[in-house]
């Protein structure tokens, strides 16, 4: 099983909404990755877990909180967002982080999110 | 600073055609690189990986090459289709294993 899911599909939201995405894998990888990518750009990277420690952060707004409560699980929690926040948010995992050789990384479908 | 170019930015080919997108990078001091398919609003899709020390993939109708010295890897798709249609990224891992990724080639299939 090379899937990684993404819930929800869609969000649409208030700038004083707080909402969550989700995001699961099943291949034992260690490694979790959460990107935003804006249209017709390749993804930035937000954050990375390894071994369920945050191992990375770009300087993403305190506005997004990444949280992994398991190894299988990833979650993206969103407070006070701005509309130029709206974008597809996708979810990643790799066998490890940082590694030479064990760190293809499968991606899910991704979030589409609406910041109204 | 390593730097990833992926020429031209669209492509459109009759359907049936052999084709070669192409990859550059400035630094050839790479671990791998990764061939991604994207359909437009969705996830990505892994395609092929080549680890540094490998020279080429091969999956189905796809193959993708890797020249370390030239700083180039090309992924050749054969009797092209229409399903074939997407946005196709490489990324490659450099020193900071983050994902370095080129901006893409939007191919597109004309029946």
């Known amino acids: 099983d090379t899937e990684v899911t993404q819930t929800p599909k869609h969000l649409v939201m208030g700038m004083t909404n707080k909402k969550s995405l989700k995001c699961e894998q099943h291949?034992?990888?260690?490694?979790m990755y959460w990107y935003k990518q804006k249209a017709k750009k390749p993804p930035e990277l937000m954050f990375v877990?390894?071994?369920?420690?945050?191992?990375i952060n770009e300087s993403v707004p305190s506005r997004f909180s990444p949280e992994c409560p398991n190894s299988s699980l990833l979650n993206l929690h969103l407070h006070a967002l701005q509309p130029e926040d709206s974008a597809l948010y996708l979810c990643?995992?790799?066998?490890?982080?940082?590694?030479?050789?064990?760190?293809?990384?499968?991606f899910g479908p991704g979030t589409r999110l609406t910041v109204l | 600073k390593q730097e990833v170019t992926q020429i031209p930015a669209a492509l459109s080919v009759p359907e049936g055609e052999n084709l070669v997108l192409n990859c550059s990078f400035t630094?050839?001091?790479?671990?791998?690189l990764q061939w991604f398919r994207q359909d437009p609003g969705k996830g990505l899709t892994s395609l092929l990986l080549?680890?540094?020390s490998q020279r080429e993939q091969t999956s189905g109708r796809l193959n993708a090459s890797l020249d370390k010295s030239s700083g180039r890897s090309t992924l050749y798709i054969a009797a092209s289709q229409p399903g074939d249609s997407a946005t196709y990224l490489c990324?490659?891992?450099?020193?900071?294993?983050?994902?370095?990724w080129g901006a893409g080639t939007k191919l597109i299939i004309k029946p």
């Open positions: 990643a995992s790799s066998q490890e982080f940082p590694d030479r050789l064990y760190n293809e990384q499968f």
């Open positions: 291949m034992g990888h260690r490694a």
């Open positions: 877990y390894s071994y369920e420690k945050l191992s």
């Open positions: 630094d050839s001091a790479i671990y791998n």
């Open positions: 080549i680890q540094s």
């Open positions: 990324a490659l891992i450099h020193s900071n294993y983050q994902l370095i």
